[in-house]
């Protein structure tokens, strides 16, 4: 059974940052991309950043290219999100993905809230 467990949000000022990490079983980490997507309420979730397989390739959100940085470390089976220069714009709940066995896995998310 796949699983993803994210963790690593909290309560930060503007300015600040976190580091948000998804620790992934159940599946051949190393083959799969991963996705960060995040969702506040009453919106749909967005793709944030994802990264290839061998973590060669990444990609983001506009309005997150330059201060969000994903990486994996496909030993430990966990991908990571560097979110620094937080802005209240950015509290929403953080979700990782991976798209196995013909579905979307998704964990229980991790809240982001910048607040000061």
């Known amino acids: 059974q796949v699983q993803l467990v994210e963790s690593g949000g909290g309560l930060v000022q503007p300015g600040g940052s976190l580091r948000l990490s998804c620790a992934a079983s159940?599946?051949?980490?190393?083959?799969?991309?991963m996705r960060w997507y995040r969702q506040t309420p009453g919106k749909e979730r967005e793709l944030v950043a994802h990264?290839?397989?061998?973590?060669?390739?990444?990609s983001y959100l506009d309005s997150v290219k330059g201060r969000f940085t994903i990486s994996r470390d496909n030993a430990k089976n966990t991908v990571y999100l560097q979110i620094n220069s937080l802005k209240p714009e950015d509290t929403a709940a953080y979700y990782c993905?991976?798209?196995?066995?013909?579905?979307?896995?998704w964990g229980q998310g991790t809240q982001v809230t910048v607040s000061s």
């Open positions: 159940g599946f051949t980490f190393r083959n799969y991309v």
């Open positions: 990264i290839s397989a061998g973590g060669g390739a990444k």
């Open positions: 993905n991976a798209f196995v066995s013909g579905r979307d896995w």
